[in-house]
């Protein structure tokens, strides 16, 4: 095994850091005149055709926040510019909120969607974190919106899918907005100094995991409005964008990393600690147990059944970068070796197999034979997963990256 893939080596940072510049460079071209953003191509121009996401927009405001607290030229307009439609085009002036998208033609698209509430308030913590006018603003204008439509206090989750007026809650519930309001409230803890928003992130953790558990390790990712697992939802459509069928093992390998960061961040006794630690070891070893070479080809498998039997093939990068991140981490905070064993094999795999070394950036979905397909993630939307795996390695496990980076903590006892 190369040097340059295994964890702790000057060689492997050096790598990191080079895959870190290359992608920050790969979205200069993401912002639009009104300040939303672009789905970025293959080589990085935006398809102009496409719907202007505000939870890509959020996600690009992140990593170029990210950008400023590391130096990269042209990152603090860059966020301006997106900070700019978050403000203005992506607003929902007269109902509140953020539209989930704009249409070509400017028109938005229906719905008002929890992930995206959650992603403005990571885009607002992190633009606070670096410094940029505006952002606190922000920032509490979208924690007053999810306490009010979003935050359901009495069981200590959020909910997932109003109508654009804000008068109609679907009946859906799930847990993969649930999963990046956990990673928002901890990012407003750890930034803005809020500690209700780490007991939030919290309560939402303890559902997930006793959830898991009754699951053999396997997250329901669905659930009924009384937040009955729904095992069947999206059976008939297993590759659905959002709401694939079965079990994600991505998912359950990100949600390890959270779990794992919010226990050391948190006043837990030590029993509690150990236990919640262990809960993420099994969400990450269940999943790469049922998704790592599972099919005979290298990568993860997107989607499994409930046995963990893969059922959707492909690899999608950013279930990739979501196992650097916590096999990372896990090494870190256990110092078991198998971790390291893993992170210095997904790494030889992003080198071979998922780095565009041509056009820049990772190509965003391949099939079972590692070749390039596009039936659920066309072209690279946005930099956010794969930049975030090339710092979360080396950065405090303890706390989120964006003020992790601004202080400089690469050591677990800082």
């Known amino acids: 095994m190369s040097r340059k893939y295994e964890y702790g080596t000057e060689e492997n940072e050096r790598f990191l850091a080079e895959l870190r510049d290359d992608l920050l460079n790969f979205g200069h071209k993401f912002p639009s005149p009104g300040g939303s953003s672009y789905y970025l191509g293959d080589d990085g121009t935006p398809w102009t055709e496409r719907d202007r996401a505000t939870w890509i927009t959020c996600r690009m405001v992140h990593v170029y926040s990210l950008g400023i607290l590391l130096g990269h030229e042209k990152s603090e307009e860059l966020v301006n510019q997106a900070l700019k439609g978050l403000n203005g085009e992506l607003k929902d002036k007269e109902n509140g909120g953020w539209y989930e998208a704009l249409r070509q033609d400017g028109s938005f698209v229906p719905n008002k969607q929890c992930y995206a509430h959650a992603f403005v308030i990571l885009a607002a913590t992190s633009a606070l974190a670096a410094g940029c006018a505006g952002a606190e603003e922000l920032l509490e204008e979208a924690l007053a919106l999810h306490e009010k439509r979003y935050w ?14 804000f008068t109609i809650l679907d009946d859906y519930r799930g847990v993969n907005a649930n999963m990046h309001t956990v990673e928002a409230f901890l990012a407003v803890a750890d930034v803005a100094g809020k ?63 959270l779990i794992t960061q919010w226990t050391l961040s948190s006043d837990l006794s030590e029993r509690e600690k150990m236990m919640f630690v262990e809960s993420a ?40 970068a979501e196992a650097i991140n916590t096999s990372s981490v896990l090494y870190r905070v256990t110092g078991k070796r198998k971790y390291s064993d893993d992170y210095a094999q997904f790494m030889k795999y992003l080198d071979e197999k998922v780095v565009d070394h041509v056009n820049g950036s990772w190509f965003h979905q391949l099939n079972q034979k590692n070749e390039v397909i596009g039936t659920v993630w066309p072209g690279k939307s946005d930099i956010y997963h794969a930049l975030q795996s090339m710092l979360i390695p080396y950065y405090a496990p303890y706390l989120s990256i964006v003020p992790a980076v601004k202080r400089g903590l690469k050591k677990m006892d800082e």
């Open 281 to 320: 070891e099994n969400l990450y070893n269940t999943a790469v147990k049922d998704a790592w070479n599972a099919d005979g080809e290298p990568g993860i498998v997107y989607t499994t059944d409930w046995k963990g039997k893969p059922v959707v093939h492909d690899r999608m990068h950013w279930t990739l």
């Open 152 to 165: 359901q206090e009495e069981e200590g989750l959020a909910c997932d899918t109003w109508n654009t007026e």
């Open 195 to 257: 500690s209700v928003y780490r007991a939030r992130a919290g309560r939402i953790i303890r559902h997930i995991v006793n959830w898991a558990k009754e699951n053999e390790w396997r997250i329901p990712e669905h659930y009924t409005k009384e937040w009955v697992p729904d095992l069947e939802c999206n059976k008939d459509n297993p590759a659905d964008q959002f709401k694939p069928y079965g079990a994600t093992p991505g998912h359950g390998i990100e949600w390890a990393r």
